[in-house]
């Protein structure tokens, strides 16, 4: 089947450039393109549509008026906005109702990929009410005790930029979403970024400090929630894995670029945040379903969500347009071999460092015993026989 698309601008000369550019993807895609909000309403009243590709500023009804309504109406629609003339409130304002923002001009090969990849994340995610969740959300609760160190941090008359970075940079939560913001085409940076404090060092602070307390970007999980799933230990253990797989990709002399690229092992369990956030009751069954049964976190999800945390993860991650090999050190995290040709990869360090830290954790029993297995495993598939025992000297 193929998936339907629907462009929205009140500029009829770029509709019709939009058709010709796009003319090769007739046989992938169904595509229609309308000149304003309310036919964009009507179009998406009597079909249904997968993208929709809207211009920030419009008469009547604006992108971000359109875009908002369509995420109360039809969650499951991946939302991009497609803008050239937007300013840096505008933008801030439409983060949380959109997936992904492209800047006018754009090359039609990055149209036309953005628009594919967003389209297989979706359906490699096959649980539909999850799929309309994960579009609908906004921002990924943070654990309590990083957001109120932030809102003291940038309430405070001698806050800095430093602090400030090193607290989102401890947070998975805060740290995706200033990785959508700052990766978003609309600060044009020649290169993708995969680490928060970077992002954050390009952001500023007067605009962390906005998204903060205006925009309000952030939210926290309620105490009760985190202390019945013990939100703070996983978050310590993103918080290990990621300065670990950092640590192993320099030791296997890889570029800086991945180096950087492992750290966002922080991001590697936001599946699980994100479940719990959102089903705090199934999540306490998941947990009590790996503890009375003996499996994995992963398998007991799967059977009470029909999918586990990684994929769940990489799904909102990939839809909010964050780099490829952040996406795929989530999704692979469990299963880095799969996708290894050879060598030591960004994806197998955060692996690597997901396993030792279990290995060498609090987690006594069966989690110890599999991520032994899996370390095992891992170097049998990947010829590296010493690499753990090397690894596990910079924990």
Same mark, same amino acid.
């Given at each position: +089947?193929?998936?339907?698309?629907?462009?929205?601008?009140?500029?009829?000369?770029?509709? +019709?450039?939009?058709?010709?550019?796009?003319?090769?993807?007739?046989?992938?895609?169904?595509?229609?393109?309308?000149?304003?909000?309310?036919?964009?309403?009507?179009?998406?009243?009597?079909?249904?549509?997968?993208?929709?590709?809207?211009? +920030?500023?419009?008469?009547? +009804?604006?992108?971000? $008026?359109?875009?908002?309504?369509?995420?109360?109406?039809?969650?499951?629609?991946?939302?991009?906005?497609?803008?050239?003339?937007?300013?840096?409130?505008?933008?801030?304002?439409?983060? =949380?109702? @959109?997936?992904?923002?492209? %800047?006018?001009?754009?090359?039609?090969? /990055?149209?036309?990929?953005?628009?594919?990849?967003?389209?297989? !994340?979706?359906?490699?995610?096959?649980?539909?009410?999850?799929?309309?969740?994960?579009?609908?959300?906004?921002?990924?609760?943070?654990?309590?005790?990083?957001?109120?160190?932030?809102?003291?941090?940038?309430?405070?008359? #001698?806050?800095?930029?430093?602090? &400030?970075?090193?607290? /989102?940079?401890? #947070?998975?939560?805060?740290? $995706?979403?200033?990785?959508?913001?700052?990766?978003?085409?609309?600060?044009?940076?020649?290169?993708?970024?995969?680490?928060?404090?970077?992002?954050?060092?390009?952001?500023?602070?007067?605009?962390?400090?906005?998204?903060?307390?205006?925009?309000?970007?952030?939210?926290?999980?309620?105490?009760?929630?985190?202390?019945?799933?013990?939100?703070?230990?996983?978050?310590?253990?993103?918080?290990? @894995?990621?300065?670990?797989?950092?640590? /192993?990709? &320099?030791?296997?002399?890889?570029?800086?670029? %991945?180096?950087?690229?492992?750290? @966002?092992?922080?991001?590697?369990?936001?599946?699980?945040?994100?479940?719990? %956030?959102?089903?705090?009751?199934?999540?306490? $069954?998941?947990?009590?379903?790996?503890?009375?049964?003996?499996?994995?976190?992963?398998?007991?999800?799967?059977?009470?969500?029909?999918?586990?945390?990684?994929?769940?993860?990489?799904?909102?991650?990939?839809?909010?347009?964050?780099?490829?090999?952040?996406?795929?050190?989530?999704?692979?995290?469990?299963?880095?071999?799969?996708?290894?040709?050879? =060598?030591?990869?960004?994806?197998?360090?955060?692996?690597? $460092?997901?396993?030792?830290?279990?290995?060498?954790?609090?987690?006594?029993? !069966?989690?110890?015993?599999?991520?032994?297995?899996? &370390?095992?495993?891992?170097?049998?598939?990947?010829?590296?026989?010493?690499?753990?025992?090397?690894?596990?000297?910079?924990?």
């Amino acid at each position: +089947m193929k998936d339907r698309i629907l462009f929205v601008d009140d500029d009829q000369g770029l509709l +019709m450039g939009l058709r010709r550019m796009l003319h090769s993807m007739r046989s992938e895609w169904d595509m229609e393109f309308t000149g304003n909000g309310s036919q964009a309403l009507e179009l998406l009243a009597q079909k249904r549509f997968d993208v929709i590709v809207s211009d +920030m500023r419009m008469p009547g +009804m604006d992108g971000w $008026a359109l875009i908002s309504r369509v995420r109360e109406l039809y969650p499951h629609i991946i939302r991009i906005i497609f803008s050239g003339h937007c300013d840096q409130e505008l933008v801030l304002k439409s983060l =949380g109702n @959109t997936h992904q923002f492209l %800047a006018k001009p754009c090359r039609p090969e /990055i149209l036309t990929a953005v628009i594919r990849r967003s389209c297989a !994340l979706r359906d490699r995610l096959s649980v539909a009410p999850l799929q309309d969740l994960l579009s609908r959300m906004e921002v990924i609760p943070s654990l309590p005790s990083l957001y109120q160190k932030l809102m003291n941090e940038v309430t405070s008359s #001698d806050g800095s930029l430093r602090n &400030a970075g090193r607290i /989102i940079a401890e #947070d998975p939560g805060m740290s $995706a979403k200033i990785l959508q913001l700052i990766n978003s085409s609309f600060f044009g940076l020649p290169r993708q970024i995969s680490t928060p404090a970077e992002a954050v060092t390009l952001l500023g602070f007067n605009t962390i400090k906005d998204l903060v307390l205006n925009i309000k970007i952030f939210t926290q999980f309620e105490q009760d929630t985190t202390a019945l799933l013990g939100l703070e230990a996983v978050g310590s253990h993103c918080i290990r @894995t990621g300065c670990l797989a950092g640590k /192993i990709a &320099a030791r296997e002399k890889l570029s800086k670029e %991945a180096v950087e690229d492992t750290t @966002t092992g922080l991001l590697h369990d936001l599946g699980k945040l994100i479940l719990a %956030a959102n089903f705090p009751g199934e999540y306490s $069954a998941v947990l009590d379903l790996a503890r009375t049964e003996n499996i994995p976190i992963q398998e007991a999800e799967k059977k009470e969500f029909g999918v586990a945390h990684p994929e769940v993860g990489a799904y909102l991650l990939g839809l909010w347009g964050l780099p490829d090999s952040i996406v795929s050190a989530v999704a692979l995290h469990h299963s880095s071999w799969e996708c290894i040709l050879e =060598g030591i990869q960004p994806v197998t360090a955060v692996a690597g $460092a997901d396993i030792l830290d279990h290995v060498g954790g609090d987690n006594p029993g !069966l989690e110890q015993d599999r991520s032994r297995f899996l &370390a095992l495993d891992l170097q049998k598939r990947l010829h590296i026989p010493d690499k753990f025992a090397d690894w596990a000297e910079l924990q």
